[in-house]
Every structure is written in structure tokens, then in C-alpha cells.
């Protein structure tokens, strides 16, 4: 049995997982929950360990921060130290979670920057009035903002995305391992076991694209998928070329273009119901004990 360190960051990352048990939270002002309390998993065990408790978070589970290349309109490119990067983007993303009173945000950040750093600069901690949240062995495996949102490290590679790591992989190659129609089973499955021996789980992202099977997934048995990616509205409206303006956009026309984004701000912006941003859906082939009927984790 593991013990997590936090109640918010243990249950976000087990709507992946088998069983949790929850220890009682207090409501947080800003309308999330926070709880220092412990709670304890066991993704291996299929021992009855009673009723299964879920806990509802405000998460975030698809975020990048500027240790990646393609944060802040390209401003942190060099991939250097955290204190090397952009200050100012990382303000601005920690008020940005805080202002969307998240309960747990986990970063994403593109392995090839995030792989060779401690995890204290892969939570973001700076300095400036974060709480590090430790393991039983003193360990940091993630973070707290003053505002009392949780913050925790994984990445994302070629629709391979770790959560909640609280320590980096043994094996080295898990971190260049895709999950793809182009990667073989074997592969897959060492890389998905180096991420459950991280302490993390193990999600596909970008179902948007066509070079994840279905039946690979079926196959591989990750912990869950994003099952929306505003990614895909920019591929349909720029001409399929990708997330970048050129190429088979006429640029004369880019007023156009920005309308048409207009039309999605309800849904970007969130709300209730149907205009959170992504749902993300625990992989049925994943669950030895399924949850209840309708049970999900939700991003917004």
C-alpha cells in the first residue's frame, strides 16, 4: 500500500486506478477542496478493500508550463534551468490555475525538456510561497500553490502521457516511447510499466489524430485517454496543416480566421455541464473492478 502525501493529488491521479480510499476533506473558499489528509492506493492489489470512494476535483490534466518549447508563444526555447526561463509566463500560468480555482494541475511538459531536471523544477517550485508536497521519504513529488491548487509533473510525447509522477522512470527509454500505430506492443508495455513503477499513471493524449488505433489501446490497457483536445478545432480551421498560421491559410483572409475562433470561446471558457473543455474517460479495458455507471474524471 502507498501513502499520498495529499488527499487531491492522490484521487486525481486514481481515477486511473483500481481502488481509493478518501479521508474526509474540508470545502475550499474559492468552491474546490483541499486536504492534507492522506489517502491510500493500491493499483496491484485485487483484494476486496471495501467500497470505493470517489473524490470530485476541478483537474487539469493536459498543461505545459515554459520548461517546454512550445510555451508561451515560443519565448522558452532554450530548455535551460527553471530559473532560466520565462518568469513572467510562469506567474502567469500559476494565476491563470489559481483563477480557474483547479483543484490539481498536472503538467505535461515535453520530455526531451522536463527529463533531465529535478522533480523540485518540474513542479514549478520557485520560491515564491509554494508548499512542496513530499512522500513518506521526504521526497518532493509535487507542489502547492498559495491559492491551493496542486501541482504535479509528467509529460507528453507522441500521445504518450504520464500523470502524477513521484519519481522519474528507471528506464530511460520510456520517456521516447510513442504510443502509435508506428511503435510495437512490447514497447509500449515496457514503457506503460516504467511509468506505473514512477508512481504515475498512464494516459494516451491527442485522440484528435489518426495514428492511435483503437485497437492498439485496446490492446495496451493504458489508465485512461483525453477524450478532447481543442487541438483538433485548430487542425479543422487552419486547413489541417497543424496549430500554426501559413502554408494553406491565405493570410489576407486571418481576420476570418479569428472569428471563426470567436465562436468557440463559450466552450473554451468553460462554464457548467457540456462547456467544460475535456472530458477525460477511464479506459474500460484498464478496470479490473469497473466504477459506477457514469463515473468520470473531468478537466476543465
Known amino acids: 500500500m502507498r501513502t ?4 487531491l493529488l492522490a484521487a486525481a491521479i486514481a481515477c486511473g486506478r483500481a481502488r481509493v480510499q478518501q479521508s474526509g476533506g474540508a470545502p475550499r473558499a474559492d468552491g474546490g477542496t483541499a486536504d492534507a489528509g492522506g ?4 493499483a ?14 476541478r483537474v487539469a490534466l493536459h498543461v505545459h508550463s515554459a520548461i517546454s518549447h512550445d510555451a508561451c508563444d515560443h519565448h522558452a526555447t532554450d530548455g535551460g534551468p527553471l530559473a532560466s526561463l520565462d518568469q513572467d509566463c510562469l506567474d502567469q500560468l500559476e494565476a491563470a490555475l489559481c483563477s480557474a480555482k483547479l483543484d490539481v494541475a498536472f503538467l505535461t511538459d515535453h520530455p526531451r525538456f522536463m527529463d533531465d531536471k529535478p522533480m ?14 513530499r512522500d513518506a521519504d521526504g521526497n518532493v513529488v509535487g507542489m502547492q500553490l498559495p491559492c491551493g491548487t496542486q501541482v504535479a509533473a509528467g509529460w507528453e510525447g507522441t500521445h504518450t502521457m504520464p500523470l502524477g509522477l513521484a519519481r522519474m522512470p528507471a528506464d ?12 510495437s506492443l512490447a514497447d509500449e508495455q515496457a514503457m506503460l510499466a516504467a511509468v506505473h513503477g514512477a508512481g504515475a499513471i498512464l494516459w494516451t493524449a491527442h485522440s484528435e489524430e489518426p495514428d492511435i488505433p483503437a485497437s492498439m489501446l485496446q ?11 481543442v487541438h483538433g478545432n485548430f487542425i479543422a480551421l487552419l486547413g489541417g496543416q497543424g496549430d500554426l498560421v501559413g502554408g494553406t491559410i491565405d493570410l489576407p483572409n486571418l481576420a476570418d480566421l479569428f472569428d471563426a475562433l470567436k465562436d468557440l470561446e463559450p466552450f473554451l471558457q468553460g462554464g ?12 474500460s479495458a484498464r478496470a479490473s473492478s469497473p466504477p459506477a455507471s457514469g463515473t468520470t474524471c473531468t478537466a476543465t
Open 172 to 183: 530511460d527509454n520510456a520517456f521516447g516511447t510513442h504510443i502509435d500505430a508506428n511503435t
Open 44 to 57: 496491484g492489489s485485487t483484494a476486496d478493500a471495501g467500497p470505493v470512494t470517489y473524490s470530485i476535483a
Open 272 to 283: 457548467s455541464g457540456a462547456a467544460d473543455l475535456a472530458y477525460g474517460t477511464r479506459s
Open 39 to 42: 489517502i491510500s492506493t493500491d
Open 4 to 7: 499520498s502525501p495529499v488527499i
Open 219 to 229: 490492446s495496451l490497457k493504458t489508465d485512461g485517454m483525453e477524450w478532447y483536445n
Open 120 to 133: 523540485a523544477d518540474d513542479v514549478l517550485l520557485r520560491g515564491r510561497g509554494e508548499v512542496p508536497l
